[in-house]
């Protein structure tokens, strides 16, 4: 199967600052890659999907100005979680397809805990 | 709106016990996936099921599409400790095919 790579896999940061996580597709070009964010013990929650050439579109209920995403290539997507503050504390994971309802490839994720 | 749920949320189980999680959705769906992530991990693509009624087999996992393409079970034969992890299924979405939502996920545990 196709390969996602997403760095890094954990990150502790300081309240009221920023942090990239980034979303690479390694054997396959993405057009589309998708950002999850996942609570403890639940499901896997959209958060955005991110377009390649065009701004990102966003779940209802999701600020742009504070999770910015950014793709930059048919291989890479970042999310910066900007001011970053406690209850920003998850796991962040992204995701791509090869076109179409097809299989997700998902990232490894990102553990972020937010002091 | 539309909704996935999965039941049961939770099993804890003996090794070599059967294993059923079965999925519900408020909406027919094209297709449905399914999806294992462990503890600490992130979701893997088990398999696809498109047509109504289909049945798919790897190894000890059995996956059912519902006729009515509503609901999909996924079967474990005599789990093994390496089945242990959380089990989504996962439907494209009404307002947008290409985007997935997911069910709530049932958590297995397997006592060796």
């Known amino acids: 199967g196709a390969v996602v790579s997403q760095h890094p896999s954990r990150v502790i940061c300081k309240s009221g600052t920023s942090v990239k996580i980034e979303c690479r597709s390694l054997?396959?070009?993405?057009?589309?890659m998708f950002w999850y964010r996942q609570f403890p013990k639940q499901s896997l929650m959209l958060m955005a999907t991110?377009?390649?050439?065009?701004?990102?579109?966003?779940e209802q209920g999701v600020e742009k100005d504070k999770f910015l995403i950014n793709h930059a290539s048919l291989t890479l997507s970042t999310l910066t979680v900007t001011s970053a503050h406690p209850e920003d504390s998850s796991f962040y994971i992204c995701?791509?397809?090869?076109?179409?309802?097809?299989?997700?490839?998902f990232g490894q994720g990102t553990r972020l805990t937010v002091v | 709106g539309q909704q996935v749920m999965q039941i049961p949320q939770y099993q804890h189980v003996q090794e070599g016990e059967d294993f059923t999680t079965y999925c519900n959705s408020s909406?027919?769906?094209?297709?449905i996936q399914w999806y294992k992530q462990r503890p600490g991990g992130h979701p893997v693509f088990l398999i696809q099921?498109?047509?109504?009624?289909e049945v798919k087999k790897q190894k000890r996992l059995t996956f059912q599409f519902g006729e009515a393409k509503k609901n999909s079970s996924l079967h474990i034969t005599a789990t093994q400790t390496t089945d242990v992890g959380t089990y989504f299924c996962?439907?494209?979405?009404?307002?947008?095919?290409?985007?997935?939502?997911f069910g709530s996920g049932t958590r297995l545990l397997v006592r060796p």
């Open positions: 909406t027919t769906l094209s297709n």
């Open positions: 099921l498109v047509k109504s009624g």
């Open positions: 996962a439907g494209p979405r009404e307002d947008s095919s290409y985007k997935l939502i």
């Open positions: 054997d396959f070009q993405a057009t589309t």
């Open positions: 995701s791509a397809s090869m076109g179409g309802p097809t299989e997700a490839f």
């Open positions: 991110s377009n390649e050439g065009s701004k990102a579109t966003y």
